[in-house]
C-alpha cells in the first residue's frame, strides 16, 4: 500500500468516524433509539463507499470534505441494509464485524425501527448537501434512492433470498450482487462524479468502473469466506457455504474465482485508463479491495 | 357529509388509487417484491394523507393534480409503516383492514424488504414532483424525512412500544401519537401549503391544523375500537385493550374521550378561521374524521 494511499484511509475514515455519528446524536429523539443507531453505526467496518466517493473528489482535485453528507448518508443506507439483512428473518446471523448483530442487543423491534430511522435519515443529509445546486442534490438524491431501493439494492436482496438453495450459473450470481451491493457502490463513484462536475461521459465510465469495483469486491468477499480467519473477517470462516449460498469460488472453484478477479482487475484498470485516472487513489482503491484480507 | 365533500373524497381516491399503483409497477424489480409492495398498497384504507394535502390544495384554488407525487409518496411511507408494524417482533397482528398482514401472506423477509423499498421509493417519487422548484422539492423532502424519520414516525413508534403496559398521562400519550402519525399528517398539511405557496405564518398555522387532525384522528381511532364492529374497523373490537396500550377513553373514560374529542374539533375550526378557511374541504375534512364510523 503506497503511502499516500495509506494516509489518504486514515484521513477518510478519521473524517467519517468523527462526522457519521454527530449526524445522529443531534436528531431530537428517544435515546434508546439512538443507542442502536449508533451502536451499528460505530460498529467500525472499511467504510468503502466513502472512501470510493472520497477518492474521486481527490483524483479530480476537490477537497474530499465536499463529498461529507453523501458519504455519511451511504453509511447510514449501507448500516441499515446489514441490520435488516441480519434479522432472524432473514439471514439470521448473531455477528457482524465480530460483535453481536443489532437484534442480539437491542431486540428485533428496536432493531427493524433503527434500520428504518437510518434509511430516513440518509434522505435528510442528502437534502442538505452543502456546496452544490438544488438541481444537483435532487439529482443525488434520484440515483441514491434508485440504487438503493428495489431496482437496486433492496431488489437485489430478495433475489439472494429466492437464490438460496439454487444452483446459479456465474453470470446469474454477478446479476445478483451488481443489485445488492454494486449498484450502492457505483452510485458512490458517480456520485463522486457529479459532486466535482465532470462530463456525463466522464460519469458514465466512472460508474462502469464503481461497478467492476463492487465485482471485485464480492468475489474477494467469497475467497476471503473460504480462506480468512475468524479474527480478520469477524464472521465464521465457511458461513456461505454453510448458509447454502452460491459462491464464485463454489461455482468456479477458488482457482477459477482468483483468475476471475484478476481478470475484473484489470478491467478496472482499463476503465481509469479510458479516464486518464490512472495512478490515482482510485488505481490504488482497486488494488486495496483485491489484496485485502479482511 | 356536503356533496362537494363526497364528490371530493371520490375523486382523490379514484386519483390514488388508479396513479399509485403505477409509480409501483414501472420499477424494473422482482416480480415477488413488487406483489408485496402492492397488495398493501391497493389494500385500500381512507387515503387520509393525500385527501388532506389535496384539500389544502383545493382551499388555496390550485388543482389536486399538484400534489399526486407527495400525495402517493405519503401512502408509501404510510404502508411501509404498517407493513412493518404488524410485524410477528412488533404488534404481531394478522389482520389489517381485513386482510391477512403482508408478512401473512408473503413471510416476514419479503414484508420487511417490501417495507424497505415503498420507504426508499417514496423519496425517488419526492425527487420527480413536477410544478415546483428544485428548492420546493428539496424543501419537502427535508420536511418528509423529519416528520417520518427518528424525530417523527419512528421514533414515535418505538416510544408507543416502550410504553406498553404503562400507565400513561393524557399529555404522554397525545405527545406519543402526535409523533407517530401526527407528524405525517401535519406533514400532509404542511407540503399542501408548501406547493401552493402560502406564506411562511399561513404554512406554520396549517401545520398546528394538521396536528390537531392527527389528534382527532388518534382519539376517534380509540373510540371506534371500542364502540364499532369487527365488519367496519377490520380487526377485532377491543384490540388495544387486549394488546395492553393506553387509549384516551382507557385514560379518560368513554365521556371523557368525547369531550376532548370535541374540544380539540373547536380548536381545529378555530384554527381555519384564523386562516379565513372555514367551509372549504378542510373544515369538511376535520368534521368527517370526527363522524367517520371506520
Redesign the interface.
Known amino acids: 500500500m503506497s503511502r499516500t494511499f495509506e494516509l489518504f484511509l486514515h484521513e477518510t475514515k478519521q473524517l467519517i468516524e468523527r462526522e457519521l455519528p454527530e449526524f445522529i446524536r443531534t436528531?431530537?429523539?428517544?435515546s434508546?433509539?439512538?443507542e442502536a443507531?449508533l451502536y451499528s453505526i460505530e460498529a467500525g467496518g472499511k467504510r468503502v463507499r466513502p472512501v470510493l466517493l472520497m477518492a474521486v473528489l481527490d483524483a479530480y482535485k476537490f477537497p474530499i470534505k465536499d463529498g461529507l453528507e453523501v458519504a455519511c448518508a451511504l453509511e447510514m443506507i449501507h448500516t441499515?441494509s446489514l441490520i435488516?439483512d441480519d434479522?432472524p428473518?432473514?439471514d439470521d446471523d448473531d455477528l457482524r464485524r465480530g460483535k453481536p448483530t443489532n437484534h442480539k442487543v437491542f431486540?428485533?423491534?428496536?432493531a427493524?425501527?433503527a434500520?428504518?430511522?437510518l434509511?430516513?435519515?440518509s434522505?435528510?443529509l442528502?437534502?442538505?448537501i452543502t456546496h452544490v445546486?438544488?438541481?444537483t442534490?435532487?439529482h443525488l438524491?434520484?440515483l441514491f434512492?434508485?440504487a438503493?431501493?428495489?431496482?437496486g439494492m433492496?431488489?437485489g436482496?430478495?433475489?439472494d433470498?429466492?437464490a438460496e438453495g439454487k444452483l446459479l450459473g456465474v453470470n446469474e450470481l454477478a446479476s445478483i450482487h451488481n443489485r445488492k451491493t454494486g449498484e450502492l457502490l457505483a452510485f458512490a463513484v458517480e456520485a463522486g462524479a457529479v459532486i466535482a462536475g465532470t462530463t456525463p461521459e466522464d460519469q458514465r465510465k466512472l460508474r462502469a468502473f464503481g461497478k467492476e469495483i463492487g465485482l471485485l469486491f464480492q468475489i474477494k468477499d467469497d475467497i476471503l469466506d473460504l480462506e480468512g480467519s475468524v479474527e480478520a473477517i469477524g464472521k465464521p470462516v465457511g458461513s456461505d457455504v454453510h448458509n447454502d449460498k452460491s459462491t464464485y469460488p463454489g461455482i468456479l472453484g477458488l482457482d477459477g474465482a482468483k483468475a476471475m478477479l484478476a481478470s475484473h482487475y484489470d478491467q478496472a484498470l482499463q476503465s481509469l485508463n479510458e479516464l486518464g485516472l490512472r495512478n490515482t487513489l482510485l488505481e490504488d482503491m482497486a488494488t486495496y479491495i483485491v489484496n485485502r484480507d479482511r
Chains 1, 2 share one sequence.
Open positions: 436528531i431530537n429523539t428517544e434508546r433509539l439512538k443507531m441499515y435488516h434479522l428473518a432473514m431486540g428485533e423491534a428496536t427493524i425501527l434500520g428504518d430511522a434509511l430516513t435519515h434522505f435528510y442528502l437534502s442538505q445546486s438544488a438541481e442534490k435532487l438524491i434520484s434512492s434508485e438503493a431501493g428495489a431496482k433492496v431488489g436482496q430478495l433475489a433470498m429466492l
